[in-house]
């Protein structure tokens, strides 16, 4: 099992950054490749980025590629996505996952979630 807590959102203007944090708990957290997603207000929950349990690999929606960045440190047992040249489309609610089971696009696929952390884009 795996226990998983967003921290780091909040308000910012277009054009800033942010970085969103997941601590993960359990023994279990470095097996599992790990997500970022997000959901806007009468919108579906989207893909955002993942990353593969070593870090290697990384995977990002267009629409945000280039300026999202994915990292994960095993040691700590906390994912991170550094967020730069934010823009109003960007406001949502983000959930950080885990253990995607090969699919890192799909969120059905994803077995453990986080409550999610607001970030807010003002123009």
């Known amino acids: 099992q795996v226990q998983l807590v967003e921290s780091g959102g909040g308000l910012v203007q277009a054009g800033g950054s942010l970085r969103l944090s997941c601590a993960a708990s359990?023994?279990?957290?470095?097996?599992?490749?790990m997500g970022w997603f997000r959901q806007a207000p009468g919108k579906d929950r989207e893909f955002v980025a993942a990353?593969?349990?070593?870090?290697?690999?990384?995977y990002y929606a267009d629409s945000v590629k280039g300026r999202f960045t994915i990292s994960r440190d095993n040691a700590k047992n906390t994912m991170y996505l550094q967020m730069n040249s934010l823009k109003p489309e960007d406001t949502a609610l983000y959930y950080c996952?885990?253990?995607?089971?090969?699919?890192?696009?799909?969120?059905?696929?994803?077995?453990?979630w986080g409550q999610g952390t607001q970030v807010t884009v003002t123009s």
């Open positions: 996952a885990a253990d995607p089971r090969g699919n890192y696009y799909d969120d059905n696929a994803y077995d453990y």
């Open positions: 359990g023994r279990t957290y470095t097996r599992y490749a």
């Open positions: 990353i593969s349990l070593g870090g290697s690999v990384t």
